[in-house]
């Protein structure tokens, strides 16, 4: 019966199969209990040494299956880690990284610029009331003024910001001088889009408020920047112009020298010009009526607000605004910046 069972044991291939020869032999049924049972008809001196050759045979067939079972236990393992294999060796999924797009890198530039000057950086709502974004910067209701800023109306009676000035007010309002911000974001017109124009676009806005600013403050701001731009021989070039919210006003033009061509030329970058007494009125009205002081009967401005796209274009020869936010990858990517 031993070898019997110990042959059986040495070829049971699964767990399953040793607990059922364990069944056969060892079970209540079984036949090393049959045996047992069958030593009752025997003399005492016979059912002592059959009683020793049966526990032996016993504790052999318990200590065949404990040994196989661990065997068989040890291959499952070894199948599993063989089946379950990794490869470390193979190449990882590469997630695509995003990145800066091209006009937050330029805005970005443009910010930091500012910021080795002393100004801070200030953003505010595009979703705007038609106070900060026409009236407090003296642009009445039905005044021609207003048709040079195509506007999309929202339903409530707002409207998407034409520009980024009206975070002049919203920060007069709050702040009392002297201060130098810029404001950079997004500003949204109401028109037909060509290569120059689009429905959105960024602008930079700056604004320095204080006691004795004058117009050259303004140029050596926009000189700086125009020589963090474009190198050391940039120059700043002021013409007369006209918006409602300055006095004088001038639109700026930077002497910059495209490095693919290598040829120079006057790049008309955006306007400026000294705060409009009918501004720091609207921002005092309005400090008033929210019970603070007025602060800005003493103090003269600058301002300045420019176009970032437009910055892009020249540097990249980007031939079309539009090319910007029509979600093209094969665009977008040849501006990395993470
Ligand atoms: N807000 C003007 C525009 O959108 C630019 C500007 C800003 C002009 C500040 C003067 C002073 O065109």
Redesign the pocket.
Known sequence: MLEEALAEIRAAASLEALQEIKVRFLGKKGRLTQAFKAMKGLGPEERKARGQELNRIKQAIEQALAEREAEIKAAELEARLEREREDVSLPGLALAPGGYHVATQILDELVNVFRRMGYQAVTGPEAEDEFHNFDALNIPPHHPARD??DTFWLEDGHLLR????PMQVRYMEAHTPPFQIVVPGK?YRHEATDATHEAMFH?L?GLAVGEGITLAHLKGALLTMARALYGEEARVRLQPSF?P??EP?VEFLVWWTNPRTGEGSWLEL????MVHPAVFKAADDAREKAGRPRVYENVTGF???LGVERIAMLRYGIPDIRYFYSNRLAFLRQFPRP
Not at 162 to 165: D, F, G, L, Y
Not at 270 to 273: D, V
């Open positions: 040079m800023w034409t520009h980024t000035s500003v602008q806005e918006f919210f300055v006003g955006g306007g400026a010009g301002a300045f607000g």
